[in-house]
Nanobody, 116 residues
């Protein structure tokens, strides 16, 4: 079973930056993609960014040009570099991993709070 451990969340002022990290451990089979989702209070969980095993990326429109996702394949780690943060980026951010055989796994979540 795969475990996802997230780190890097916290409190930052509007316009600031944070980097989230997510490391996968345990028995990991072929990974199709890794990514980040977020959920704000009283809102549905939404995709923020995703990177496939081949390196293709996609982003939510609201974060394009501000967030960058990257991955260390050798370490099964994914990063989310967040720049020019806005108050509307405040949410719990969840790491997501999709394996070819076992499907999706989720991290526990890390809180990001952007103060205006």
């Amino acid at each position: 079973q795969v475990q996802l451990v997230e780190s890097g969340g916290g409190l930052v002022q509007s316009g600031g930056s944070l980097r989230l990290s997510c490391a996968a451990s345990g028995t990991v089979w072929r990974i199709n993609s890794m990514g980040w989702y977020r959920q704000a209070p009283e809102k549905q969980r939404e995709l923020v960014a995703r990177i496939t095993n081949g390196g293709s990326t996609n982003y939510a429109d609201s974060v394009k040009g501000r967030f960058t996702i990257s991955r260390d394949n050798g370490e099964n780690t994914v990063y989310l570099h967040m720049n020019n943060l806005k108050s509307e980026d405040s949410a719990i951010y969840y790491c997501n991993l999709v394996e070819a055989v076992r499907g999706a796994a989720w991290g526990q979540g890390t809180q990001v709070t952007v103060s205006s």
